[in-house]
């Protein structure tokens, strides 16, 4: 057991298009580098580094799962996101200036005076 420290990022989430089109993404970091990726048209998964691979092995076992993946990335997160668009319409639609508020003044050293 190993007491080195590792980190796992997750990217999931969908895009929604002009045209109202979709896209879906589920993918994993492992330490900074891509890791795994989830294939919605093939229910696979795409091992982006060797030691991917067990994990990628082990949920292509459960092809149950992978056709929930896919039902989430192509109809649930559309919806869900829609939702979210609808309910946040005004909020979202408002062009606001920003506001800018100075908490301290860093005081610089007075330049000497140039003598010509």
């Known amino acids: 057991h190993s007491k080195e420290s590792h980190t796992l990022q997750v990217i999931l989430g969908c895009e929604m298009q002009e045209d109202n ?4 993404y589920w993918k994993y970091g492992y330490d900074g580098q891509d890791h795994l ?6 229910l ?10 067990p994990t990628k092995l082990e949920w292509e076992r459960h092809k149950i799962r992978a056709r929930q993946n896919r039902a ?7 919806a869900q ?5 609808e309910l946040g319409r005004g ?3 408002q062009q606001v200036p ?4 100075v908490t301290h003044h860093v005081s610089h050293p007075a330049q000497p005076s140039k003598e010509s």
């Open 21 to 24: 089109s979709t896209e879906g």
């Open 37 to 42: 990726e989830f294939c919605p048209d093939t």
């Open 44 to 53: 696979d998964w795409r091992a982006a580094e060797p030691r991917a691979w």
């Open 72 to 78: 989430y990335l192509e109809r649930d997160c559309p």
């Open 81 to 85: 996101l829609q939702q979210l668009l």
């Open 91 to 93: 909020v979202l639609d």
């Open 98 to 101: 920003p506001l800018v508020k």
